[in-house]
């Protein structure tokens, strides 16, 4: 995209706008409040501090010159409307639908229709039966805090989710493990540490369940669920006392037969308590970034990092969910200078990643064309040109255009942070 041609991204009411000025630190206005008032403000000083504080701002991709590619809505269901019809034509199917429980579930608030929408997600993935909750969230927190039982332990992968990590704070086990992010052989030693350790668990009279996802959110990459089970099954020597607990949250609707998830991708159900338009954008991405000529370089010299796109070829699958790094300090500047050329991305950061694991979260949707997944690639090297321009000191400038158009702005503000030298 030509520079003359870009939008502002410094509109007062846009997104990148609300968010960086709702880090802004509040000290100097907080001394006149009542003391409790003043201690919440000053703890949230300390996350706007550092840019870690979660605001609601306005979602701008949503506008019409804007290309989603941070959303959840892989399938494209909400941007089509095809949700709001489905749901207006269920609701006309029962005309007496009462849209309050009057109650919760365990307090006479149940009903048959509720029961029946459970009955046909379990039947969906081929399992027993199904619980509907408030959110993914909600679901690992009372799952990992409910079901472990005293002597129990459990064994998770080291970047499950942060829900996951709450409900086993919760929990009654005996014993919480990680082994090493998608590795088989850490797997194997902790499940074997633990039996070892544990004689109820060995003696098969505990057990041992295992927090996994069946795609990382964060890092988009596939969990290696038939070699865990075969693991599992090796080391529990048939007592069946090792169980897994999947979290689908990003692969339901996009693998598997008619969208149930990974587990079922892979026939596991037993073993375990658009998607064609997706796959095809996720082959352009890779397709689009190892071919172009600035690829080879941008890697060597430690400017552009596409951890997926290593054998990306050879994989029986891809997911929609790809990660792009760079330096620490430049993570900030592509996503503005993409930001700049109309594509939204996620910036990911510190809690919700590592310490100095920063990285931009690219999801690509059904509703997404490969001309847009071209672009993006293009708009990447385009900054990836602009960066090396820079650091071999070829320009005089020493931020790249978009960064350093906000970062002037925010200057004049009297605002840090977001990369700002």
């Known amino acids: 995209m030509d520079h003359n041609n870009r939008q502002s991204i410094l509109s007062p009411t846009g997104s990148l706008v609300k968010h960086i000025e709702s880090q802004r630190v509040r000290t100097h206005l907080t001394k006149s409040l009542p003391t409790f008032y003043r201690n919440i403000e000053e703890a949230l000083d300390t996350r706007r501090a550092t840019q870690s504080l979660f605001s609601i701002v306005p979602n701008n991709w949503q506008t019409k010159n804007a290309v989603d590619f941070c959303s959840n809505d892989y399938l494209s269901w909400n941007t089509t409307g095809l949700i709001r019809s489905k749901f207006l034509h269920e609701l006309s199917l029962y005309p007496d639908f009462s849209v309050a429980a009057g109650g919760s579930r365990v307090m006479e608030g149940n009903y048959p229709y509720i029961e029946e929408t459970e009955q046909e997600i379990a039947s969906f993935h081929g399992a027993e039966a199904g619980l509907i909750v408030n959110s993914a969230f909600d679901a690992n927190v009372m799952v990992w805090s409910a079901l472990p039982r005293p002597g129990d332990a459990i064994v998770y992968d080291a970047l499950v989710h942060a829900s996951t990590h709450e409900g086993m704070e919760r929990s009654l086990a005996i014993q919480k ?195 847009q997944v071209v672009a993006l690639v293009e708009e990447v090297f385009a900054w990836v040109e602009e960066i090396m321009l820079i650091e071999e000191g070829a320009t005089e400038r020493k931020i790249t255009r978009a960064a350093n158009e906000v970062y002037e702005w925010m200057e004049r503000e009297g605002l840090k942070g977001f990369g700002m030298p």
Not at 190 to 211: C, E, F
Not at 220 to 238: M, N
Not at 341 to 359: D, G, M, N, T
Request: aromatic share 10%; charged share 20%.
């Open 177 to 371: 493990t990680e082994f090493q992010h998608n590795d088989i052989e850490s797997f194997r030693e902790t499940l074997v540490s633990i039996m070892d350790s544990q004689p109820r668990i060995k003696q098969g009279r505990r057990s041992i369940l295992v927090a996994v996802e069946s795609v990382y959110s964060m890092e988009g990459d596939v969990c290696p669920l038939a070699e865990l089970v075969e693991v599992a099954k090796e080391i529990s020597q048939g007592q069946g006392n090792i169980q897994f607990v999947i979290d689908e949250t990003h692969s339901t609707g996009l693998f598997g037969p008619n969208g149930t998830g990974i587990v079922c991708e892979l026939g596991l159900e037993d073993e375990i308590a658009g998607q064609d338009n997706v796959q095809f954008l996720a082959q352009t991405f890779f397709k689009s970034l190892t071919s172009h000529p600035l690829w080879p370089t941008a890697q060597e010299k430690g400017v552009l990092s596409v951890p997926l796109a290593d054998g990306w070829e050879e994989r029986p699958f891809l997911t929609h969910i790809v990660t792009i790094s760079t330096r620490q300090k430049y993570i900030y500047w592509i996503y503005l200078h993409l930001l700049s050329a109309s594509f939204y991305v996620l910036p990911v950061k510190h809690p919700v990643v590592p310490i100095e694991e920063s990285r931009l979260r690219v999801t690509f949707h059904a509703e997404n064309t490969a001309a």
